[in-house]
Antibody, heavy 121, light 106 residues
Framework: QVQLVESGGGVVQPGGSLRLSCAAS????????MHWVRQTPDKGLEWLAF????????YYADSVKGRFSISRDNSKNTVDLQMNSLRADDTAVYYC??????????????WGQGTLVTVSS | DIQLAQSPSTLSASVGDTVSITCRAS??????LAWYQQKPGKAPQVLIY???RLESGVPSRFSGSGSGTEFTLTISSLQPDDFATYYC????????FGGGTKVEIK
């Protein structure tokens, strides 16, 4: 069955960087688009980033554009989120999610269990 | 950005009730709308996509309707496992989520 396992969360100081990784299994990773989504009690669910099945296209939410970068390695079945210039309001549970489509951002068919990122001094 | 407004924010109901949740979009999303269920400490799970299509494995007591800017998720004959928080999500332009509706036991 589909499994998505995030790793890399933790505590980081404001202005710092963190790289999240998501390991996928149970499906043909290379033919599905992938996303990162985060959740906080205050702001709820927030879509962050999308990457096409072959890595040829990426989209970002305005709130993270220029600071976060999504990438994938289809040989290792992983999708990463590089997060730079972190701020306190980036504190959240971060999920990777598998899209229902290869090409375009559609709905989130499967989700990982999430990893907590805390930005604090 | 497309904003999604869900109502109500909290809904109290009993087992066996039929309940409806509304999601209103700030502009037309055609029928590119999904609904998710989330339980505490767990990731969301998709119930409905393309406004009214039931995701594989989801019980038929869940149904979705609507198009354009107004959508409804209906749960018929509420079961104990259905007490959770529900979110709508548009994917007409990138993605965005509604604020959620918590269905609690009356």
């Amino acid at each position: 069955q589909v499994q998505l396992v995030e790793s890399g969360g933790g505590v980081v100081q404001p202005g710092g960087s963190l790289r999240l990784s998501c390991a996928a299994s149970g499906f043909t990773f290379s033919i599905y688009a992938m996303h990162w989504v985060r959740q906080t009690p205050d702001k709820g669910l927030e879509w962050l980033a999308f990457i096409r099945y072959d890595g040829s296209n990426e989209y970002y939410a305005d709130s993270v554009k220029g600071r976060f970068s999504i990438s994938r390695d289809n040989s290792k079945n992983t999708v990463d989120l590089q997060m730079n210039s972190l701020r306190a309001d980036d504190t959240a549970v971060y999920y990777c999610a598998k899209d229902s489509s290869a090409w375009s951002a559609e709905y989130f068919q499967h989700w990982g269990q999430g990893t907590l990122v805390t930005v604090s001094s | 950005d497309i904003q999604l407004a869900q109502s109500p924010s909290t809904l109290s109901a009993s087992v066996g009730d039929t309940v409806s949740i509304t999601c209103r979009a700030s502009q037309s999303v055609r029928d590119w709308l999904a609904w998710y269920q989330q339980k505490p400490g767990k990731a969301p799970q998709v119930l409905i996509y393309k406004a009214s299509r039931l995701e594989s494995g989801v019980p038929s007591r869940f149904s979705g309707s609507g198009s354009g800017t107004e959508f409804t998720l209906t749960i018929s004959s509420l079961q104990p496992d259905d007490f959770a928080t529900y979110y709508c999500q548009q994917y007409d332009r990138y993605a965005s989520f509604g604020g959620g509706t918590k269905v609690e036991i009356k």
